[in-house]
């Protein structure tokens, strides 16, 4: 049997948010099952873009603070890290999300390092998956001992819930998301990409940030509901049946996560998960809102999804005049695409993971609309990433 921890936690206060955690994995065993001294532990966040901490659009800066307190003490050494989205809208803003979501700062003030995966190299996991041939991952979900993924209690508008199990899409650098996206455009083929990152990266524990929640239209577009719960979990489908059930829906409700279900990443049976913790039964989240589209009958064009990314698509492209011929973009490219003297850029081969674009200190390396009308439409848009 799955066992999900619930605890109930008011505030970010951080040492209640630590208390809390700490009564939780000890439900589930202890700290010593999971980490040792000298281990490289990830946190692997929801930062979807620049949002505040306040906004509850990402994992909450302090809760992240209050993990790597934790984790330090236990003589670990800590990583934070993802890439951020706004790839549909061919950007990759993950440098100014950690700016803004306080994660930087908290960062600095604990003494431990930011992983912007849209710069520290991709792995190539090969082929044989569902939905797309290659699957291309930030190197440092393969340089860390453990991974605990960190996701936020939210809802998606495209989604209707966004959780343990969507918050794995960040493993993905930059602009390959959106190419992801347009291969899997129907909810169950990306359910399967999802799945496919599980299998491609140990992940060991989730720890669900459920004190400040999004209701209504999110990811980043809804209301703060204060949910004060703190959910944890070795099972992330679990996790998620569990968060799923108290906002008032049923896993088979959030078409993404049948792929999850059908191929067995966890426990989706309400009745095989234990509740833990705080509580001995599943809690209610009173008049949560849920997105629009749940209750709608209209049918959802994936066609338009595919439309939309082509639309909106951007490049990396060097600009010859800022280019000072350092070739950091040449050594950090992990498949070999920019031509070291000509400095131009083989796009059969790039797989817009970033990287050139977040390591050039001269600005050199520029996003360039594949169509230019789509540069002028999209500058106001561009305006609430600064």
Partial sequence: MAKVV???????????????INSGIELLGGWDNFVKPKMKVLLKVNLIGPKSPESAAVTHCEFVRALTRILKQRGCTVWIGDSAGGA???????????????????????????????????????GGHYAIDRLYLAKPLFDADFIINVPKLKTHSGCIYTGAVKNVFGCIQGLRKAEYHKAAPNPKDFGNILVDIYEAVK????????????????????????????????????????????????????????????????????????????????????????????????????????KVINFLKTKPKINLKKCIKCNTCVDSCPVHAIDKTTKKINYSKCIECMCCHELCRYKAVELKRVNPIAGIMTKFYRGNYK
């Fill in 88 to 126: 549909i809208a061919g950007i990759a803003p993950t440098a100014q999300s950690m700016e803004i979501s306080g994660l930087r700062k908290v960062a600095e003030e604990e003494n431990v390092e930011l992983k912007n995966f849209d710069k520290e190299g991709t792995v190539d996991t090969g």
């Fill in 203 to 306: 992940i060991g524990l989730h720890i669900m940030d459920g004190i400040t929640a999004m209701e209504g239209e999110g990811p980043t577009a809804g209301s703060v509901y204060n949910a004060n719960k703190i959910l944890i979990s070795t099972d992330p489908l679990a996790l998620d049946t569990t968060a799923i059930n108290m906002i008032g829906l049923d896993i088979k409700d959030i078409p993404i996560l049948n792929a999850a279900i059908e191929r067995k990443l966890g426990e989706s049976n309400k009745d095989n998960i234990e509740i833990c913790g705080d509580y001995s039964k599943l809690p209610v989240l009173q008049n949560y809102k849920i997105p629009k589209r749940f209750t709608s009958k209209k049918k959802s064009n994936y066609n338009a999804v595919i």
């Fill in 6 to 20: 619930v605890n109930e936690c008011e505030s970010y206060d951080l040492e209640k948010v630590i208390e809390k």
